[in-house]
């Protein structure tokens, strides 16, 4: 199991987003602060302007959303997903990229924040 964190503008538009295009299911909600969702070995929270995690820093930084860490999601059948997405008015930040691996794309949260959609290579 893992955990990750992701700050988000707004909670709802988040749990929209990850529950409507990447099935997501919600595990337990704090009002409009922050919610925990999961999606087989992940836990994903999403804190939002009033949780605790969107505070300012000690040292006067405020904690923000987007940069280029992200989450990667195992997905089958890339380009139906990628089309889906895209009808649903989802941003990319580029096209899919194919490597040794497999094939993977980056997409991004109502916040910016990057998801790492990405399809293994069939092992033949």
Same mark, same amino acid.
């Given at each position: &199991?893992?955990?990750a964190?992701?700050l988000?503008d707004?909670?709802e538009a988040a749990l929209?987003?990850y529950?409507?295009?990447?099935?997501?299911?919600?595990?337990q909600?704090?009002?409009p602060? &922050?919610?925990i969702?999961?999606?087989g070995d992940?836990d994903?929270?999403l804190a939002?302007p009033?949780?605790?995690?969107a505070?300012?820093?000690?040292d006067?930084?405020?904690?923000?959303?987007?940069g280029?860490?992200?989450?990667?999601?195992?997905?089958?059948d890339?380009?139906?997903l990628v089309?889906?997405? &895209?009808a649903?008015g989802?941003?990319?930040?580029?096209?899919v990229?194919?490597?040794?691996g497999?094939?993977?794309?980056?997409c991004e949260?109502?916040?910016?924040?990057?998801?790492?959609?990405?399809?293994?290579q069939?092992q033949?």
């Amino acid at each position: &199991m893992a955990t990750a964190r992701y700050l988000v503008d707004d909670v709802e538009a988040a749990l929209a987003f990850y529950t409507g295009s990447l099935d997501f299911e919600v595990r337990q909600r704090f009002g409009p602060a &922050m919610a925990i969702i999961t999606r087989g070995d992940l836990d994903l929270w999403l804190a939002g302007p009033a949780s605790s995690a969107a505070r300012p820093l000690a040292d006067g930084r405020q904690p923000e959303a987007g940069g280029w860490n992200r989450i990667v999601l195992n997905v089958t059948d890339l380009p139906a997903l990628v089309d889906r997405m &895209m009808a649903a008015g989802v941003i990319f930040r580029g096209p899919v990229v194919n490597g040794p691996g497999g094939s993977q794309i980056l997409c991004e949260d109502p916040s910016g924040n990057p998801v790492e959609l990405f399809e293994p290579q069939s092992q033949t």
